[in-house]
């Protein structure tokens, strides 16, 4: 990005764009973290430990003292008393400012030290005799090394003098909801006015804040809607429903749809009818039955004589994919190719020719969907399970692949629920079809969390379990910083359990084997050859196996919420009353304990991912899909749920009404940014 900072010297430029502030446009809205309290002087004998003061006094001794290490120590004296200053770092241009006899003004927190009270690190200020103290809070800025506060403040100051601050909310709209002006609040938070509510400033909470926040959350909903709009203005292959070969799979089903299902599959139907190109989010708790709504949308394809393809982020899944559809299309004679790295050879090449001469029109895959050889002339429909799973980038890869170099529809597919201020926001250029109801006759899975010192317990009920016909998966503890130690952890545990289960038969399956062992492994499983499997995270997502019931998590603690979630619901699948035990080590962190609290607690999906916010913050929460999409610095999706709808009603009428205010907005606070958003 071109740099605003000619002038500035390349140290000062680089640290700027290193807190992503490229123009003086974006130094006007870089807003105060806080605020310190410089309008008052604390008399030193008054000083309590663990405040914030600000004391004003005379330097009667400076020196650099060697032990316990190299530090400067000062003291500073008023009429009340001696205070101790020390620095462990230091440049020579601060012993000059604390000259024995200088007057000096310090700001810090006072603690209580070996010699009496002192700061540690406080800010000093010369002082002239008589000099007066600042009437406003002083703002602290979020910043960088090397970059400090008061040329930060210079710096945004002389930007606040520059850059035009024209209100661009339509007015009506300002006073419906009692904002201040534009200027109006950068003035109340950059220099907040003395008798200003200190508590409200730092809370965020005060009207100038609201007006920030709701410009903000506007220029993402501007953003996102364009987006929306410039994709609708696109054209697509229109797949109308000749309800042919969808109602034949419908009809053999061996049960009836939900009506969450019908829901979805209707939008999904009806989207795929119009001329351009669908964007859609199929979300639904782990066991919802997104597959078949999936099939049925690849039927609609087929049944115009276009292609459509699903790709999944494991072998495991996208073997497992291949059966189940396959069994579905079989009987209405529709063939279905499959793509993976387990695939032989010859067999991948046949299957290349089938797709691309149109033979075959409906293909399943990995990765291995998207690489080069790959061509699918007539793809009109690509479907994207687990989308958390893959980058943008190999998204994007398989939408490259549509037809004529038409965009093909997409739709993407999650078992990780969106929280709706989040869907709101982040997620408002795409269209959401929610499955909010599990098929009939699953019974809950009841969740336990056991220490790791009851073990032995624990492996008894796996026998117990595997004895009275039902299955087990054990999952092997997480070790994010090794693989090669998480490999042996697996083969540890798989020992360990088969030698304590003589009487079941014990697999294995782990990243590291090989694509036609692992599949072997897992129809081992399937058909119930294998009782128990051990297994690392590569079961984490689709595994669908309805006769186990039993799961053991260890070291729970270990793992984020989303893949707890995941892994408990490989069970719970059939009619037996499932259970989850979640093995934990001793000392939980704080966070791990509150982690295993929701996880216990919840068993919804969505109830699980607003905690998950809720203990994350939107930005990892976000992160995972690398989406692209601006993220929030102030507005808070909880506190400040109540702006997203005004938000969102307001960019609709701006895009419409006053495109090139929408464009001002978009400009101030994205810059040429959103050029960088979703393609
Ligand atoms: P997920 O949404 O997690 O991908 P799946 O598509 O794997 O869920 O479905 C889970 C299981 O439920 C599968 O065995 C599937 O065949 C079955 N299923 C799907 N829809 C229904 C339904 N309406 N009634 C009964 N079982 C269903
Ligand atoms: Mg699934």
Not at 538 to 543: L, N, R, S
Not at 610 to 625: K, S, Y
Request: glycine content about 8%; proline content about 5%; charged content about 25%.
């Amino acid at each position: 990005m071109q740099s605003g900072w000619a002038g500035l010297g390349e140290q000062l430029a680089s640290r700027l764009r290193k807190l992503d502030l490229h123009r003086q446009e974006d130094l006007v809205v870089h807003l105060p973290l806080r605020y310190e309290d410089e309008t008052r002087l604390t008399p030193i004998g008054v000083a309590r430990a663990g405040f914030p003061a600000q004391i004003e006094g005379e330097v009667t001794s400076c020196e650099v003292v060697l032990r316990p290490r190299r530090q400067l120590v000062a003291r500073v004296r008023d009429d009340s008393g001696t205070l101790v200053a020390r620095w462990i770092n230091f440049y020579p241009s601060q012993q000059k400012q604390l000259a024995v006899g200088r007057r000096v003004r310090l700001f810090g927190e006072v603690r209580g030290g070996f010699f009496g009270d002192e700061m540690v690190h406080p800010r000093v200020r010369n002082i002239d005799p008589g000099e007066g103290l600042p009437e406003a809070l002083t703002p602290v800025y979020p910043t960088t090394a090397g970059l400090g506060q008061t040329t930060l403040r210079k710096l945004i100051d002389r930007a606040l003098k520059t850059v035009p601050l024209q209100d661009l909310l339509p007015e009506d709209a300002r006073r419906a909801l009692d904002l201040p002006g534009f200027a109006e609040a950068l003035t109340a938070l950059h220099h907040p006015a003395p008798d200003a509510d200190p508590i409200a400033l730092e809370n965020r909470e005060h009207p100038a804040w609201r007006r920030i926040k709701f410009e903000e959350l506007l220029v993402q909903q501007l953003s996102l809607r364009r987006a929306y709009n410039a994709r609708r203005a696109r054209e697509a292959v229109v797949l109308p429903a000749r309800q042919q070969l969808t109602a034949g799979l419908v009809r053999g089903l061996p049960f009836a749809l939900t009506s969450a299902q019908q829901r979805a599959v209707g939008e999904i139907a009806a989207d795929l009818g119009a001329a351009h190109p669908m964007q859609r989010l199929l979300q639904g708790d782990v066991g919802s039955g997104k597959t078949i709504v999936a099939a049925l949308a690849m039927l609609q394809a087929a049944e115009n004589g276009w292609q459509a393809a699903l790709m999944a982020p494991t072998e495991i899944l996208a073997e497992q994919h291949y059966k189940k559809l396959a069994a579905w299309l079989e009987p209405l004679g529709v063939g279905i190719a499959w793509l993976s790295g387990s695939r032989r050879k010859r067999e991948r090449e046949a299957e290349l020719a089938r797709l691309q001469s149109g033979e075959v029109l409906l293909a399943v895959g990995t990765h291995a969907l998207i690489e080069d050889e790959v061509a699918l002339p007539r793809l009109a429909l690509a479907i994207i399970d687990e989308q958390h799973r893959f980058g943008v980038r190999q998204r994007l890869a398989l939408r490259e692949k549509g037809a004529h170099g038409l965009r093909p529809h997409m739709l993407m597919m999650s078992a990780t629920p969106i929280p709706r201020t989040l869907a709101m926001t982040h997620y408002a250029d795409l269209d959401v079809s929610v499955l909010d109801e599990l098929p009939p006759g699953r019974t809950p899975i009841r969740t336990k969390l056991v220490s790791d010192a009851r073990r032995e317990e624990v492996v008894g009920r796996v026998r117990d379990a595997c004895l009275q016909g039902r299955q087990a998966y054990w999952v092997c503890p997480l070790i994010e910083e090794s693989e090669a130690l998480q490999l042996q952890t697996a083969l540890d545990t798989y020992a360990a359990l088969s030698e304590a289960l003589p009487e079941l038969r014990v697999g294995l399956v782990h990243g590291r084997l090989k694509a036609d062992e692992k599949s072997a492994t897992m129809a081992a499983f399937s058909a119930g050859e294998l009782q128990v499997l051990v297994a690392t995270t590569v079961i984490e997502v689709g595994v669908d196996v309805p006769n186990a019931s039993l799961m053991v998590i260890e070291h729970a603690e270990r793992f984020g919420l989303a893949q707890l979630h995941q892994l408990r619901g490989r069970v719970g699948r059939g009619t037996a009353e499932s259970v989850c035990i979640l093995l934990f080590a001793q000392p939980l962190s704080e966070n791990g304990r509150a982690r295993l609290k929701v996880i216990y607690e919840h068993t919804d999906g969505f109830a699980i991912a607003r905690e998950d916010l809720q203990l994350r913050g939107p930005g990892e929460f976000v992160g995972a899909r690398q989406s692209g999409v601006p993220l929030l610095r102030y507005a808070d999706l909880e506190l400040d749920a109540g702006l997203i709808e005004p938000a969102r009603a307001l960019a609709e009428r701006m895009l419409r009404d006053a495109p090139a205010q929408a464009d001002a907005l978009m400009q101030r606070w994205l810059g040429g940014r959103e050029s960088l958003l979703r393609a």
